[in-house]
């Protein structure tokens, strides 16, 4: 069997979720992509806290181990914040490694010059972890609709704005106790400034817009309003006409133009997101041959965005298969 | 440029669609294939029918056109029942020509064996449209969950038993009133049997579980039920309870055995399966790392049905990019 090198930068939620699956679906992925994934090493802040996790891998907090290591075909980035993130993932690229990063904020900044550093350095990069978890919207939107013009999107990208929209109508909360109720249950950073402020939803909607429009509005232009000024009497209110207040963001070509935004919007029964409830993310994209087709499911935590950078992965391996690419890193990692 | 000739096989309400948008994006799809699609020959039933119709492309019964062109790479199919799509579909593939299908009937009796066959022969058999119209579920399944062990799929997989369903509930009809307004409105055959007692959702069902178990159970075995024997007090003795009566189609993998069933089942207002209504399908597929996805859209018609094989024809294009079969292929296409 053939073995793929693969890094590890950060071990928090994402990256254990990652680590996890790659062991525990280690057979599957030998039998589907014909290749055994070893995870040589791993990046953390501070080895010292995770003297427990380790396995085999090498951990450390010097990422040079992983530039210095030729045999490392693969880097999985699950870092918080643009840096170290993107210096880390540019000089992944500049050294010949694949990179597959779960980042929205530093990917929303910085994933086009990444896709071009990439483009050039013959290798490719996964971000299908960066947009709605799960649900695979990154590569649908890629591979599954090439010929149909994607006019508009809108999803609901942020899942603890929606758990906590959901919590209010439904249980009659506060907008505080329910953004308590997400951060006790972990759905909520302490500082939710991200969440509620709209700013997750927009590095997430700017993200699709670069790759449906190759480009993306002046950020300043666009409007971004969150969840933190909705309050229960507003959701009532709705409620009592039949609808339901969600986050949206959205994206359309307008006479050529970008029209982006992330707000919320009161929806009717009828809309396709008035169901999606609780930390669900979801998106309508409308195709000009196809109409109308959602996509929904869980838009964050450990499992859902592991299995999106995990799928990453198997589509980065299979687009290698009988490559000059490919034997070159399979070969170098099996001598 | 580059050219591929095409052939097109039926031109019925599918066959005209994807007739207009291989004219209508054929910009598209140079810009993003780099080929130009030339539809070279189309076969129909009766040729004196359709005079108005055909521009530049051979009008002819005879289906020997197809195969004795050698310049002809890939086969649209797009005719109901078995016979002669299957005939013609092998005969298709020994001569070397891809094939892309809507004709889930056919598909559901004799999908392995033209995949096989396909396989032997280095081509490729393209199937999206047999099964939930325009919702990209075979490729999200083949390409875009290779990791995640697909334990369980649920579907709305037939829009018109939807459709007659959402009616006799929101309208308080029939199901024979819901049925005529559905022929009215060209939803539902003139004999609605397929749709009404199953069939289809059943076809499409097989289909599935094909494709993701590489096997099906005995057709026998599995518990095909319709929605004709559905009354409207069934449906509203539900709905006082706050649920809903949907036609599910399901398949799962229990002790290694493959539990399928297509059949009515009430569903509570939290099910992602409740809040699709009128003609649209959608699937739940429930994986092991990511948890349960939904997808949603247009469950059948022209557009959305011709949708699904030009975006299988953009695959198929792509995938041979680079490949000795390309150029075989589109050099014997542009002599």
């Known amino acids: 069997m053939n073995k793929i090198q693969v890094a590890l930068l950060g071990l928090g939620t994402v990256g254990k979720g990652v680590y996890h699956h790659l062991h525990t679906h280690q057979r599957i992925i030998e039998r589907e992509l014909g290749v055994s994934i070893e995870i040589a090493v791993i990046v953390v802040k501070h080895p010292e806290k995770h003297h427990d996790f380790a396995g085999e891998a090498i951990l450390t907090s010097n990422f040079q181990v992983v530039l210095d290591n030729p045999k490392i075909a693969i880097v999985f980035e699950a870092i918080i914040g643009k840096e170290p993130a993107f210096t880390y993932l540019t000089k992944s690229i500049q050294a010949g490694k694949h990179v597959i990063t779960a980042n929205k904020e530093m990917f929303a900044y910085h994933g086009n010059e990444l896709v071009k550093l990439a483009n050039a350095n013959h290798v490719r990069v996964?971000?299908?972890?960066?947009?709605?978890?799960?649900?695979?919207?990154?590569?649908?939107?890629?591979?599954?609709?090439?010929?149909?013009?994607?006019?508009?999107?809108?999803?609901?990208?942020?899942?603890?704005?929606?758990?906590?929209?959901?919590?209010?109508?439904?249980?009659?909360?506060?907008?505080?106790?329910?953004?308590?109720?997400?951060?006790?249950?972990?759905?909520?950073?302490?500082?939710?400034?991200?969440?509620?402020?709209?700013?997750?939803?927009?590095?997430?909607?700017?993200?699709?817009?670069?790759?449906?429009?190759?480009?993306?509005?002046?950020?300043?232009?666009?409007?971004?309003?969150?969840?933190?000024?909705i309050t229960l009497e507003d959701i009532l209110a709705q409620y009592s006409q039949g609808k339901r207040i969600k986050h949206l963001a959205s994206v359309e070509i307008i006479d050529n133009q970008i029209e982006a935004s992330v707000?919320?919007?009161?929806?009717?029964?009828?809309?396709?997101?008035?169901?999606?409830?609780?930390?669900?993310?979801?998106?309508?994209?409308?195709?000009?041959?196809?109409?109308?087709?959602?996509?929904?499911?869980?838009?964050?935590?450990?499992?859902?965005?592991?299995?999106?950078?995990?799928?990453?992965?198997?589509?980065?391996?299979?687009?290698?298969?009988?490559?000059?690419?490919?034997?070159?890193?399979?070969?170098?990692?099996?001598?």
């Open 263 to 335: 707000e919320p919007v009161a929806l009717a029964s009828n809309h396709p997101l008035f169901a999606i409830e609780g930390v669900d993310n979801a998106i309508v994209l409308e195709g000009d041959i196809v109409g109308k087709v959602t996509l929904s499911g869980p838009g964050a935590g450990s499992f859902p965005t592991a299995s999106a950078m995990i799928e990453d992965l198997a589509i980065i391996i299979r687009s290698l298969k009988g490559s000059n690419e490919a034997s070159r890193l399979i070969e170098s990692a099996s001598n």
């Open 126 to 229: 996964g971000y299908e972890a960066t947009t709605a978890g799960g649900i695979p919207i990154i590569q649908t939107l890629k591979q599954l609709f090439q010929v149909n013009q994607i006019r508009k999107i809108t999803g609901i990208l942020n899942g603890t704005s929606n758990y906590i929209l959901t919590e209010m109508r439904e249980n009659r909360l506060s907008l505080d106790e329910a953004l308590q109720q997400a951060q006790y249950l972990g759905y909520a950073e302490e500082d939710p400034t991200n969440d509620i402020e709209g700013y997750d939803a927009f590095y997430k909607l700017m993200i699709l817009c670069q790759l449906l429009y190759d480009r993306q509005p002046e950020w300043t232009s666009v409007k971004r309003r969150g969840i933190s000024a």
